[in-house]
């Protein structure tokens, strides 16, 4: 999905069209970006791959498809556009990808092996590394339990001990880990999913504009007795969150991420509304969120 950040799609189109990966088709759902964003994609990746705008053809195998979503309705509803289509047209896997990653080599086949034919796997994500080469430990994490959101919280911060961060993520826990691993969360920066499996629950669900899209992902397949894989053996560059670039104040951010906690907690974790205020209002957000509030008078 694009988002403002023409030119990040396009590194990142054309690091997968590098690789050496052949079986696929890209969608990309520009999410009304409003700056003329389409068209530099088209006219940049014209001259090495077919690129065609979606007009609701039944047909497209091969190079890359371009929808003009009109309506920045968040990224679950936004990804959705266009996991929709790919599964409309016959895609067996899906994949979601950030616009700030760079593919290396054969890391979609490896992602693919893995969940293909697997009755018990929903989806696959690789080792994600940062720009300088170290790991970006949001690849894999468990899932949350009700002290960590005190420990996400403003006053929270003294409680990420080295031995809490040892046991929530993975490639902390485990740095060499070099095999595939069962784990509770895999990161929405990079995502390959049976299609099947991931219609039968509905895409992502549109209730969040935006955070805890994985961690719900995660609740739902749980129920249905699926789970989620880290494949360290591919490996796929993650930028930074460039994707949220375009929302100018960071009090809009805190609001969807205390709108999204609440939801969370409530409809996928089955919390009580007490549980879910004590939760969510000590969370670093909130406490953000007031502060800016009241900073910038609103």
């Known amino acids: ?83 929709r289509i790919g599964y409309q047209l016959g895609a067996t896997h899906l994949m979601v990808l950030n616009n700030d990653t760079l593919f290396t080599d054969d890391a979609l086949d490896k992602l693919k092996a893995v969940v293909t034919g697997a009755d018990d796997i929903i989806c696959t994500g690789p080792l994600l590394l940062k720009g300088d080469g170290g790991i970006d430990y949001n690849c894999a994490k468990r899932r949350p339990r009700p002290l960590d959101f005190f420990r996400f919280s403003y006053f929270g911060k003294w409680l990420k001990t080295e031995e809490w961060r040892k046991e929530y993520y993975y490639m902390i826990k485990y740095p060499t880990l070099n095999q595939v691993t069962d784990v509770d969360i895999i990161s929405g920066s990079c995502m390959l999913f049976d299609a099947q499996k991931f219609a039968e629950i509905g895409f992502f669900d549109e209730h969040t504009f935006l955070y805890y899209e994985e961690a719900i992902i995660h609740e739902k397949a749980r129920k249905k007795g699926w789970k989620m894989v880290l494949v360290p053996q591919a490996k796929v560059v993650h930028l930074g969150a460039q994707s949220t670039t375009g929302h100018s104040t960071s009090l809009f951010m805190l609001n969807c991420e205390y709108n999204s906690l609440k939801y969370y907690l409530k409809s996928h974790r089955g919390f009580s509304n007490v549980m879910v205020g004590l939760l969510s209002s000590g969370s670093w957000w909130f406490i953000n969120m007031y502060t800016a509030k009241r900073k910038l008078k609103f």
């Open 1 to 83: 999905m694009n988002y403002k950040n023409y030119q990040d799609t396009i590194n990142c189109i054309k690091s997968i069209l590098d690789s050496n990966s052949r079986d696929y088709f890209i969608i990309v759902v520009d999410n009304a970006s409003n700056n003329g964003s389409l068209g530099e994609i088209e006219k940049q990746l014209a001259p090495v791959t077919q690129v065609r705008h979606w007009a609701g053809q039944t047909d497209f195998s091969q190079g890359v498809l371009l929808v003009d979503n009109k309506n920045n309705s968040g990224y679950a509803a936004g990804n959705n556009v266009g996991l």
